[in-house]
């Protein structure tokens, strides 16, 4: 049986998935209609459900479910991007992050389901309704209790000591890079994240300049490969340019 407060995905057969928070009683779902919570409380996950005449898979949604369903306002760092971020991070269950720039929250996401349940991230943002919208999406996930938001300059805000960990989502990450090393342990690292090459300049070379060893700079490229049964060939269209990562370990 599904326990009540959980969020469970509704998947139908063309593939349309819908987000739902089991409780008692009939719950409206935006998209779908009105369903009976009583009947997922008293299902599992991988049955079926019939809604409107439709069948309906219960399944546990996954990040990359929440990162296509969320909200979003400002641009994210999507997932061929944010999922290799926690690598170059070193971070682990327990780490404890702080981020720079939340937009719409769906790096914080990532960074969440990556040091959950025991670390914590801490994500910085100059915007009320930027972070207004971060807390709804970020509302979603099973490790949002492992979440702060402080709507302030990680430029210039005191932060969080001996942390593993800074990863700098703004238009002028070389301005945080000072106020940043103060709250990285040794050892730890600190990443940008940027979309033009004049910024990623700019920010190696203040990484360079303020002591940081293993610089590195590099952007990633997604190519589908179609696969039938005359054959594979690489898909014509593709995930081209979205922005440049730039990595550096305190040392």
Excluded at 101 to 109: E, I, K, N, P, T
Excluded at 158 to 165: G, I, K, R, S, T
Excluded at 225 to 239: A, I, K, N, T, Y
Excluded at 240 to 249: D, I, N
Aim: proline residues 4%.
């Amino acid at each position: 049986m599904i326990p009540e407060g959980r969020r469970v995905l509704l998947i139908g057969s063309n593939r349309k998935r819908y987000l739902v928070q089991a409780s008692r009683g009939m719950i409206e779902v935006a998209g779908l209609g009105v369903v009976s919570g009583d009947v997922i409380l008293e299902a599992s996950i991988g049955d079926t459900m019939t809604i409107g005449g439709r069948e309906f898979i219960i399944a546990t949604p996954s990040l990359k479910d929440l990162l296509g369903m969320i909200e979003r306002r400002a641009q994210v760092v999507i997932p061929k991007d944010s999922f290799l971020i926690p690598l170059h991070l070193d971070l682990g269950c327990g780490s404890r992050v702080i981020e720079g720039g939340v937009g719409s929250g769906a790096l914080a996401l990532v960074l969440l389901k990556t040091v959950a349940p025991e670390g914590r991230v801490f994500s910085y943002e100059t915007r009320e309704d930027f972070a207004s919208l971060a807390r709804r999406n970020i509302s979603l996930s099973e490790y949002a209790r492992c979440w702060e938001i402080r709507v302030e300059d990680v430029c210039t805000a005191p932060l969080e000591h001996d942390v593993d960990a800074v990863m700098l989502d703004i238009p002028n990450p070389w301005d945080a890079i000072d106020n940043a090393l103060v709250a990285l342990r040794p050892g730890g690292h600190l990443g940008c994240y940027v979309p033009n090459m004049n910024q990623l300049e700019r920010a190696v070379r203040k990484m360079r300049d303020a002591g940081l060893s293993e610089v590195v700079a590099f952007e990633t490229l997604q190519r589908e490969m179609v696969v039938h049964e005359g054959g594979v060939r690489p898909s014509f269209d593709m995930l081209g340019h979205t922005g440049y990562l730039a990595f550096g370990r305190k040392l």
